[in-house]
């Protein structure tokens, strides 16, 4: 499986930009599918969750109300909708996957490369 995360760039504060993870090698469909970030010096944390079937989604205190997780199983894509955008939001994004929807970091089973996400204030 390989997950290909696309969509990063700069940004001024208060803006948007869209992530997304498209998916290959397998169809991930049953998979929940998850949303990460790690700023320089600082440990990967979680942001964002959603479930195989888009029904349930989990959120990281930081960022909700701003960003939005969503699906598309017959894409075997999950996008991350990011809103008002702070500059504590600056970090690589990386996608996964894993049986669980969960926060934890270890329980996911396929990651992608990431994307820089830049937000200047």
């Known amino acids: 499986v390989q997950l290909q995360a696309s969509g990063g760039g700069l940004v001024q504060a208060g803006g948007s930009l869209r992530l997304s993870c498209a998916a290959s090698?397998?169809?991930?469909?049953?998979?929940?599918r998850g949303w990460f970030r790690q700023a320089p010096g600082k440990e990967r944390e979680f942001v964002a969750a959603?479930?195989?079937?888009?029904?349930?989604?989990y959120y990281a205190d930081s960022v909700k109300g701003r960003f939005t997780i969503s699906r598309d199983n017959a894409k075997n894509t999950v996008d991350l909708q990011m809103n008002s955008l702070r500059p504590e939001d600056t970090a690589v994004y990386y996608c996964?996957?894993?049986?669980?929807?969960?926060?934890?970091?270890?329980?996911?089973?396929?990651w992608g490369q990431g994307t820089q996400v830049t937000v200047s204030s």
């Open positions: 959603i479930s195989w079937s888009g029904s349930d989604t």
């Open positions: 996964a996957a894993g049986v669980q929807l969960t926060s934890q970091l270890r329980k996911y089973d396929y």
């Open positions: 090698g397998r169809t991930l469909s049953a998979y929940a």
